[in-house]
């Protein structure tokens, strides 16, 4: 829900290297709306999923190096509304040499595509230092460079779901060099 602290990589949903979705319920004013529906990560890599000059946008940030961005080809329009992202893998992730699954990211409203991208690579094992999600903003260094946070988003945002139904494809061994390395 917006406006609580953000949740900790250890407790948020795992996203990478598998079928996920974001939908945001939203309240649009006439005037319009911009900022942050859901932000996981930072600029050394994460995800964020926004409205900037009233469009519907989505950004995958591998490791500060390429970031991917889908955007919708129309504004939004104003009031309630369900906007959704959805990430389909359409390979396998190569964690020998730190990719994770390629994908289409689909960009909807109300249920009705309004954007799609391709995803080259994607983050094999954990999004930037932390990977905190936050809803409603982006705080501390952005996963993108295309705004200065915190960039609230300015319309009213009811709730925003994350649904990780999709089969899990881990790298057990890649987690376990990276909790020896906290030690």
Not at 77 to 91: C, I
Not at 112 to 127: C, F, Q, Y
Not at 153 to 166: E, L, N, P, Q, Y
């Amino acid at each position: 829900y917006p406006g609580t602290q953000s949740i900790p990589a250890g407790a948020a949903p795992k996203i990478l290297n598998r079928q996920y979705s974001i939908t945001a319920e939203v309240d649009i004013p006439k005037a319009g709306a911009e900022g942050v529906l859901l932000s996981m990560g930072g600029n050394d890599g994460g995800i964020s999923f926004y409205v900037q000059a009233g469009k519907l946008c989505f950004v995958h940030n591998y490791v500060a190096v390429n970031y991917s961005y889908v955007k919708s080809t129309n504004p939004l329009p104003a009031g309630r509304h369900f906007l959704s992202m959805e990430f389909e893998p359409t390979g396998k992730p190569d964690f020998e040499k730190g990719k994770g699954a390629p994908g289409i990211v689909k960009l909807l409203v109300d249920g009705k595509e309004v954007g799609r991208g391709e995803l080259a690579v994607t983050t094999p094992n954990r999004l930037a230092q932390g990977g905190a999600m936050l809803v409603g903003a982006d705080a501390g260094a952005p996963v993108t460079p295309e705004y200065q946070p915190p960039f609230h988003f300015t319309g009213a945002i009811k709730r925003v779901i994350v649904d990780v139904s999709g089969e899990l494809v881990e790298d057990y061994e890649a987690q376990m060099r990276i909790a020896l390395a906290k030690q």
